[in-house]
């Protein structure tokens, strides 16, 4: 039976690794990138054709179901909440997307357009929402909630009961105390101890 075709809205760094991750989750087969400088690769990217650019988005759901936003998130979510959004408005279906070298208890949940990366552990009781990146080898806890596009970066711990808002940033190697509640938009440095609130180990908000 074919595997359905799914294309990639973006062709940075990120794109690189979520192509990595989507073959080894081999739910879908890759029709190929979108970007917004349509010949950025020539000849196209890790093997993958060059479809065209962001306004063609809206001709390539003719012929194409899936996507997945390829593009990162360091300081700002507003570009891929843009594609997100625009996306949803023309009906294309976000899967999620796991490693299978990942572990995500039966007991979590995850949201539509979210990656969990290479080694990433999400455990019992956690809550991931949309559009999230769990990257490479981060660790979010059990009843840990992390809100809609945020990213965990490499290597960085989310711990129990933690809860982190919509559109944060948790940079690599960072740590977040059990039961810290960070608001949305909310940015931590890499390497960060992230303790309750009032503790001057705490990060910097955006």
């Known amino acids: 039976m074919s595997r359905p075709h799914i294309i990639i809205i973006g062709a940075g760094g990120h794109c690189h690794s979520c192509i990595d991750v989507i073959e080894q989750d081999g739910r879908f087969e890759i029709a190929g990138i979108v970007d917004k400088v349509p010949d950025k690769e020539p000849g196209g990217l890790l093997g993958y054709p060059l479809l065209g650019c962001d306004e063609d988005m809206a001709l390539l759901r003719q012929q194409y179901k899936y996507a997945f936003v390829g593009v990162g998130q360091i300081r700002n979510v507003a570009v891929r909440l843009k594609l997100f959004n625009r996306l949803n408005e023309l009906g294309?279906?976000?899967?999620?997307?796991?490693?299978?070298?990942?572990?995500?208890?039966?007991?979590?949940?995850?949201?539509?357009?979210?990656?969990?990366?290479?080694?990433?552990?999400?455990?019992?009781?956690?809550?991931?929402?949309?559009?999230?990146?769990?990257?490479s080898s981060s660790l979010v806890e059990h009843d840990a909630v992390v809100g809609d596009y945020t990213h965990v970066s490499t290597g960085a711990v989310v711990n129990g009961a933690a809860r982190i808002g919509n559109c944060c940033f948790i940079g690599s190697g960072a740590t977040v105390v059990q039961g810290v509640d960070l608001p949305d938009g909310f940015f931590v440095k890499a390497g960060s101890l992230v303790r309750p609130a009032g503790d001057c180990s705490r990060g910097n908000a955006l």
């Not at 007991?107 to 990146?133: P, Q, R, Y």
């Open 92 to 135: 294309y279906l976000l899967p999620t997307i796991v490693s299978p070298r990942a572990y995500v208890s039966g007991h979590a949940e995850i949201g539509s357009g979210s990656i969990v990366m290479h080694n990433a552990v999400v455990n019992a009781n956690a809550l991931i929402g949309a559009g999230c990146i769990l990257n």
